[in-house]
């Protein structure tokens, strides 16, 4: 199934005590090409993240968004520094003895403070929180997959209707060269003739090394391998598998013909129609560079 490589995706999952949202990004890249970005506290789930999203996409540049939230902060404890409060306290008494005050000193006024009660965040269960975040991840990524797909058949069928253009043009041009091949070795043979009536020739001669010259201008052989490179360009967008490597090589051998017919030509309608397919060609290819 031939997918785009570019879409979005984001999914929420929520179990009450926490929530995961999950943003996915792509583009079109040569290889699998991942950037995260989340809290500190889950980059221990980095390599998870990857491997759960390489289920879904093998080719692309994605930017993933992480937000995490723990709703009810289980993960913090609140501590005192018991040297810092007995120092606190010690000097309070002093204070106390030595001008002679009221004593007041207790624990509320003492926790007040600075740094004698502070909270700390605990560890949390990554486990647990890796439930949450795979569900958000492979909805967001599955989300992704639905729009990659949609977007993935609207470039197929447009490249379909650029490889039906060309095998017609192919079409024009194979039966174009039925005809100009004959004329044109009858009008090189008599060029050659005239020109050289003062010297003695082999005409048999003469005329082997026209048809010889003649073949190598033939493009019967680059028009029978364009027209099998479509067909398999065809096959190749029929698979299941993601087929965007292959397309690019074979895009390669496609303008790698359509290059060669241009420049044996011997036939001005032949040369246009071969450099309509070129563009054709060029179309199919800017198509290609967003296929996985």
């Given at each position: 199934?031939?997918?785009?490589?570019?879409?979005?995706?984001r999914a929420l999952a929520d179990?009450?005590?926490?929530?995961?949202?999950?943003?996915?990004?792509?583009?079109?890249?040569?290889?699998?090409?991942?950037?995260?970005?989340?809290?500190?506290?889950?980059?221990?789930?980095?390599?998870?993240?990857?491997?759960?999203?390489?289920?879904?996409?093998?080719?692309?540049k994605l930017d993933m968004f992480?937000?995490?939230?723990?709703?009810?902060?289980?993960?913090?404890?609140?501590?005192?520094?018991?040297?810092?409060?007995?120092?606190?306290?010690?000097?309070?008494?002093?204070?106390?003895?030595?001008?002679?005050?009221?004593?007041?000193?207790?624990?509320?006024?003492?926790?007040?403070?600075?740094?004698?009660?502070?909270?700390?965040?605990?560890?949390?269960?990554?486990?647990?929180?890796?439930?949450?975040?795979?569900?958000?991840?492979?909805?967001?990524?599955?989300?992704?997959?639905?729009?990659?797909?949609?977007?993935?058949?609207l470039l197929k069928r447009d490249?379909?209707?650029?490889?039906?253009?060309?095998?017609?043009?192919?079409?024009?041009?194979?039966?174009?060269?039925?005809?100009?091949?004959?004329?044109?070795?009858?009008?090189?043979?008599?060029?050659?003739?005239?020109?050289?009536?003062?010297?003695?020739?082999?005409?048999?001669?003469?005329?082997?090394?026209?048809?010889?010259?003649?073949?190598?201008?033939?493009?019967?052989?680059?028009?029978?391998?364009?027209?099998?490179?479509?067909?398999?360009?065809?096959?190749?967008?029929?698979?299941?598998?993601?087929?965007?490597?292959?397309?690019?090589?074979?895009?390669?051998?496609?303008?790698?013909?359509?290059?060669?017919?241009?420049?044996?030509?011997?036939?001005?309608?032949?040369?246009?129609?071969?450099?309509?397919?070129?563009?054709?060609?060029?179309?199919?290819?800017?198509?290609?560079?967003?296929?996985?």
């Amino acid at each position: 199934m031939i997918k785009s490589m570019t879409g979005f995706g984001r999914a929420l999952a929520d179990d009450g005590k926490r929530s995961v949202i999950v943003e996915l990004k792509g583009v079109n890249h040569r290889y699998f090409d991942v950037n995260i970005r989340m809290p500190k506290s889950l980059f221990p789930l980095e390599d998870r993240i990857r491997k759960t999203l390489q289920e879904y996409i093998t080719r692309g540049k994605l930017d993933m968004f992480i937000t995490y939230r723990n709703h009810i902060k289980d993960d913090l404890e609140v501590k005192y520094n018991e040297s810092l409060a007995g120092r606190y306290a010690s000097v309070l008494k002093r204070m106390r003895d030595e001008l002679g005050l009221v004593d007041d000193v207790s624990v509320s006024l003492i926790s007040k403070f600075p740094d004698v009660v502070y909270t700390e965040e605990t560890e949390e269960n990554l486990d647990e929180i890796w439930i949450l975040l795979e569900k958000a991840v492979r909805d967001a990524s599955a989300i992704m997959q639905d729009m990659r797909q949609k977007e993935g058949e609207l470039l197929k069928r447009d490249m379909l209707q650029k490889a039906d253009s060309i095998l017609d043009k192919l079409e024009i041009i194979k039966s174009r060269e039925v005809t100009v091949m004959p004329a044109y070795r009858e009008k090189l043979f008599e060029r050659l003739k005239g020109i050289m009536d003062q010297i003695p020739v082999d005409e048999n001669r003469l005329a082997l090394e026209v048809a010889m010259y003649s073949d190598r201008a033939s493009i019967d052989e680059e028009i029978t391998r364009l027209a099998s490179h479509m067909e398999q360009f065809r096959s190749f967008l029929a698979e299941e598998e993601p087929v965007g490597r292959k397309l690019d090589f074979l895009a390669q051998e496609m303008n790698r013909e359509a290059n060669t017919m241009a420049s044996k030509s011997v036939d001005i309608t032949i040369t246009n129609t071969v450099l309509e397919i070129k563009n054709d060609i060029e179309k199919i290819r800017e198509q290609m560079q967003n296929i996985e």
